[in-house]
Antibody, heavy 121, light 108 residues
Framework: QLQLQESGPRLVKASETLSLTCTVS????????WSWIRQPPGKGLEWIGD???????NYNPSLRRRVTVSVDPSNNQLSLKLTSVTPADTAIYYC???????????????WGQGTLVTVSS | SSELTQDPVVSVALGQTVRITCQGD??????ASWYQQKPGQAPVLVIY???NRPSGIPDRFSGSISGNTTSLTITGAQAEDEADYHC???????????FGGGTKLTVL
C-alpha cells in the first residue's frame, strides 16, 4: 500500500522560506507525477505544482515566482520550497500522486495526511 | 487557466438522492475527479473519469457529465456521507490543475 508522509517545520516566520518533504513508502517516485496541494484553514484546495521524477515541473501561475518542487529518487522523497511567505500562506500542505491519463481520467489517487504550516507575522 | 464553480452548501435527507455539481470550461475537454473530505482528514478520491470508483468506494457514489457541468450523485445518502466534496480538473491549457471551491454536504 502506497503511503505518503509530509514533514517539515510547522511554524515559519513571514518573509522566510517554507520547506517541506514528502516521503513515499510502498512505491517508488521513479514513476508518476507528484503534486503539492494546500488548503488554508476552513477553505478549499489549491494546487501548488507537480513534478515528474526526471525533473519536469509545472507550477500554479499564481505561485510560480516563489515555488520550487524537486524530487530525490535516491531517498524516495519530494520536496517543496516556497519563498517570501506571508500569513496568507498558512495552510495544510499535502503531497499527492497523480495517476491516469486523459482518456481514463486523471486524478490524485494517493494523498499524504497533510501538515499544517503556520506563517507568523 | 479556468475556474471550477461549486455550490458552497447542499443538504439531503437521510436515504435520499443528492447531486453535487461543478461547472467550468475545462470540463468540456477534461474529465473531473471528485474528492470527499471529512473534518481533520485528507481528501479521498471517490469518482474519476467518465464514472469510475476506486476500490472501496460504495456504489451509491456515481458521476456524470453534460457540457461544462460535471455531477457527483449519491443515491441513498448515509450519515457518513456528510463531508466536504471537491471537484478537480485540468485547466484549459492542460498543464495545470484547478479545484472547485468545495461543497459542504449536510445529511439531515
Amino acid at each position: 500500500q502506497l503511503q505518503l508522509q509530509e514533514s517539515g517545520p510547522r511554524l515559519v516566520k513571514a518573509s522566510e522560506t517554507l520547506s517541506l518533504t514528502c516521503t513515499v513508502s510502498g512505491g517508488s517516485v521513479d514513476t508518476y507525477y507528484w503534486s503539492w496541494i494546500r488548503q488554508p484553514p476552513g477553505k478549499g484546495l489549491e494546487w501548488i505544482g507537480d513534478i515528474y521524477y526526471r525533473g519536469r515541473t509545472n507550477y500554479n501561475p499564481s505561485l510560480r515566482r516563489r515555488v520550487t518542487v524537486s524530487v530525490d529518487p535516491s531517498n524516495n522523497q519530494l520536496s517543496l520550497k516556497l519563498t517570501s511567505v506571508t500569513p496568507a500562506d498558512t495552510a495544510i500542505y499535502y503531497c499527492a500522486r497523480e495517476d491516469g491519463g486523459r482518456s481514463s481520467g486523471e486524478r490524485f489517487d494517493y494523498w499524504g495526511q497533510g501538515t499544517l504550516v503556520t506563517v507568523s507575522s | 487557466s479556468s475556474e471550477l464553480t461549486q455550490d458552497p452548501v447542499v443538504s439531503v435527507a437521510l436515504g435520499q438522492t443528492v447531486r453535487i455539481t461543478c461547472q467550468g470550461d475545462s470540463l468540456r475537454s477534461y474529465y473531473a475527479s471528485w474528492y470527499q473530505q471529512k473534518p481533520g482528514q485528507a481528501p479521498v478520491l471517490v469518482i474519476y473519469g467518465k464514472n469510475n470508483r476506486p476500490s472501496g468506494i460504495p456504489d451509491r457514489f456515481s458521476g456524470s457529465i453534460s457540457g461544462n457541468t460535471t455531477s457527483l450523485t449519491i443515491t441513498g445518502a448515509q450519515a457518513e456521507d456528510e463531508a466536504d466534496y471537491h471537484c478537480n480538473c485540468r485547466d484549459t491549457s492542460g498543464y495545470y490543475w484547478v479545484f472547485g471551491g468545495g461543497t459542504k454536504l449536510t445529511v439531515l
